[in-house]
């Protein structure tokens, strides 16, 4: 499956010259999914030539207005485009109030429907699912409430052996079985074990979102395994303090994070403007967790198996 | 004076890769207003290595999103970067409303005064005024309540030709009274007219918005002589029709008022998504007003006398 973090913007509260604020698109299979949508999103959207009709779901980590105020722009967007197709958000109860006031307020009657969807942040929750992939919140520990989410590829069924097809008259209707882990009966009454005529699916994939967050254990059981993390890194450890104080991390806690859960590889944003160059931030973290990258704004990421 | 304004966003209702929504910088000897702020304004300002504390005031055509939906993200911006300075908006009374509720959803108790100031979209109408400069709106054509605004310069004392003040020693409290236009007599009884004593300042300024609004002649009459005028252009005459349905304008139009009021250049912005190349629009234009420019994100133009 084609899996990519595209990040859109990595800067904290205070966007930079060259840093918008929170937003990444993922891209499972070619299902498009964008987590937070920072001011400026759907401008970082285009100028990464990426066709914004293809979003259908938006996931928004909480009401910190560098997570959502890009949020309405690309809802009216959507409409003076001439959007059909249904627009899921996951945020927030006060995410709706917020949209249906300000669209009452600029006379927008939007052309297609935008449905709500509230997230618990105070437990673990299955909040999208498909026939390939589900989207799961989980609490994270900040000053409002505020949900990471985890973006994960389902079980796929197991690939016939090409070997054994051509020699073998299966029947149609046998394969799905067969896929599924059955074993294979031939009409002379040979039997074919699954494991000798099938081929084990690639590896299910995760990805986890962890911003804005302080550092907080309890998150590594929701996140454990994951292929990529990305956790928010605002500050240095030279202003750890500061970091616990404003309920946000810093870059050798989100490595430590990384570390603890056995993430395959750490994407660290959310910068503090008051950083201009990010080399030292990256180094820190690698310090602890070796396979750790920089959010800059229009990187992408590959979600795969280092195994 | 220094008079000048910086164009942060040349599209219209949707951005493109290359260009914003509409916001204009406009710096009256170093007095800063913000006129509309869509979104990704704040970062605009960063981009074009601006310092957003020197703005104090903002001034907002009307409210369709693109003109406004980046003000509650520099309204935050300020509170956490310790902005101390009131700020001062001027707008639809709905605008109060908007960003009041925003601000409590996000729980935030703002550090600065923001102060709220109606403007009437109704009739002409004195908005801002100092010692040296002064603000009016006037009523645009547009779906929605929707008004230009004048920024101009007050008229200036005279100034002393030193040629005079080498030979007659002239008492300091004398010389507000020439400046203001008296003539002098000395202690011999000698009669200095003021004309041959005194330069004339330079002439008074200004600077005219019109975004967005259909092709309306009565606004020539509020923005007569300007030394130059920001006017929307956002279709070129083959769309004439559909300018005319969505109240816009075309450049051809944009030209045509520029002409009828005399401005001295004519800045043309707030394009259609649907034009990725603005040249056609721009011989457009100078077919009917020769001094016509592009309205391009991050261009700077001088308000000046040309005579």
Same mark, same amino acid.
């Given at each position: 499956?084609?899996?990519?973090?595209?990040?859109?913007?990595?800067?904290?509260?205070?966007?930079?010259?060259?840093?918008?604020?929170?937003?990444?698109?993922?891209?499972?299979?070619?299902?498009?999914?964008?987590?937070?949508?920072?001011?400026?999103?759907?401008?970082?959207?285009?100028?990464?030539?990426?066709?914004?009709?293809?979003?259908?779901?938006?996931?928004?980590?909480?009401?910190?207005?560098?997570?959502?105020?890009?949020?309405?722009?690309?809802?009216?967007?959507?409409?003076?485009?001439?959007?059909?197709?249904?627009?899921?958000? $996951?945020?927030? %109860?006060?995410? !709706? /109030? &917020?949209?249906?006031?300000? +669209?009452?307020?600029? =006379?927008?009657?939007?052309?297609?429907?935008?449905?709500?969807?509230?997230?618990?942040?105070?437990?673990?929750?299955?909040?999208?699912?498909?026939?390939?992939?589900?989207?799961?919140?989980?609490?994270?520990?900040?000053?409002?409430?505020?949900?990471?989410?985890?973006?994960?590829?389902?079980?796929?069924?197991?690939?016939?052996?090409?070997?054994?097809?051509?020699?073998?008259?299966?029947?149609?209707?046998?394969?799905?079985?067969?896929?599924?882990?059955?074993?294979?009966?031939?009409?002379?009454?040979?039997?074919?074990?699954?494991?000798?005529?099938?081929?084990?699916?690639?590896?299910?994939?995760?990805?986890?979102?962890?911003?804005?967050?302080? $550092?907080?254990? %309890?998150?590594? !059981? /929701? &996140?454990?395994?994951?292929? +990529?993390?990305?956790? =928010?890194?605002?500050?240095?450890?030279?202003?750890?303090?500061?970091?616990?104080?404003?309920?946000?991390?810093?870059?050798?806690?989100?490595?430590?994070?990384?570390?603890?859960?056995?993430?395959?590889?750490?994407?660290?944003?959310?910068?503090?403007?008051?950083?201009?160059?990010?080399?030292?931030?990256?180094?820190?973290?690698?310090?602890?967790?070796?396979?750790?990258?920089?959010?800059?704004?229009?990187?992408?990421?590959?979600?795969?198996?280092?195994?």
């Amino acid at each position: 499956m084609n899996f990519t973090v595209t990040t859109l913007g990595s800067s904290s509260a205070i966007p930079t010259a060259t840093r918008n604020p929170t937003s990444l698109l993922v891209n499972m299979n070619y299902r498009y999914f964008l987590v937070d949508c920072g001011e400026g999103t759907q401008i970082q959207l285009r100028r990464f030539h990426f066709k914004i009709q293809k979003i259908n779901h938006i996931f928004i980590s909480h009401l910190h207005g560098d997570h959502f105020f890009g949020l309405i722009g690309l809802v009216s967007s959507f409409h003076l485009i001439g959007r059909k197709d249904a627009l899921h958000l $996951y945020g927030s %109860p006060l995410l !709706e /109030e &917020i949209i249906t006031m300000q +669209l009452k307020a600029t =006379e927008t009657d939007l052309i297609y429907p935008l449905i709500f969807h509230t997230v618990d942040a105070e437990k673990p929750q299955l909040i999208y699912e498909d026939e390939e992939r589900y989207v799961k919140s989980f609490p994270l520990k900040h000053s409002i409430p505020t949900t990471g989410f985890l973006f994960g590829e389902k079980e796929r069924p197991r690939k016939m052996k090409k070997s054994f097809l051509a020699t073998e008259n299966v029947p149609v209707e046998e394969i799905p079985k067969i896929k599924a882990g059955a074993d294979y009966i031939n009409e002379a009454g040979v039997i074919f074990r699954n494991k000798d005529i099938t081929i084990s699916p690639p590896k299910p994939k995760k990805f986890a979102f962890c911003s804005d967050t302080a $550092y907080h254990e %309890p998150v590594i !059981e /929701e &996140i454990h395994d994951v292929n +990529l993390l990305y956790h =928010e890194a605002t500050f240095k450890s030279d202003l750890e303090q500061v970091a616990g104080e404003k309920l946000h991390s810093t870059a050798a806690q989100a490595a430590t994070i990384a570390a603890k859960a056995k993430a395959g590889a750490l994407v660290i944003g959310h910068f503090s403007a008051r950083y201009r160059e990010l080399d030292s931030l990256l180094q820190e973290a690698r310090e602890i967790f070796p396979n750790t990258w920089l959010a800059e704004d229009g990187k992408i990421f590959y979600v795969r198996d280092l195994q």
